[in-house]
Nanobody, 126 residues
Framework: QVQLVESGGRLVQAGDSLRLSCAVSGRTFSSYAMGWLRQAPGKERELVAAIGREEINTYYKDLVKGRFTISRDNAKNMVYLEMKSVKVEDAAVYFC???????????????????WGQGTQVTVSS
């Protein structure tokens, strides 16, 4: 069983930066592809960034390309989402998700993930 705990969400102003963190339990973290997803009120959950078992394989939703960076530290069982130039429309609950992967690729669809965290709230003021 894999458990994921997100942290780092807070109230920020538009244009600010923040970093979300996700701590993953288990000894096989390097076997999982990871993703960051978000859900705003009244909207469907969407994937904003994904990373394969190795950092070389990443995916970003067009809306966040150039502003968000996903990374992972396999030695620490951590995955991060660096958010820069945050916009009001980035406000949402952000979730970390994991999928057991036999290959190194990423998974761009929310339904592909097997494990989810509880989420961390990001609020953006204008």
């Amino acid at each position: 069983q894999v458990q994921l705990v997100e942290s780092g969400g807070r109230l920020v102003q538009a244009g600010d930066s923040l970093r979300l963190s996700c701590a993953v339990s288990g000894r096989t973290f390097s076997s999982y592809a990871m993703g960051w997803l978000r859900q705003a009120p009244g909207k469907e959950r969407e994937l904003v960034a994904a990373i394969g078992r190795e950092e070389i394989n990443t995916y970003y939703k067009d809306l966040v390309k150039g502003r968000f960076t996903i990374s992972r530290d396999n030695a620490k069982n951590m995955v991060y989402l660096e958010m820069k130039s945050v916009k009001v429309e980035d406000a949402a609950v952000y979730f970390c998700a994991a999928k057991r992967a036999v290959a190194g690729g990423y998974f761009p669809r929310p339904a592909e993930y097997d494990y989810w965290g509880q989420g961390t709230q990001v609020t953006v003021s204008s």
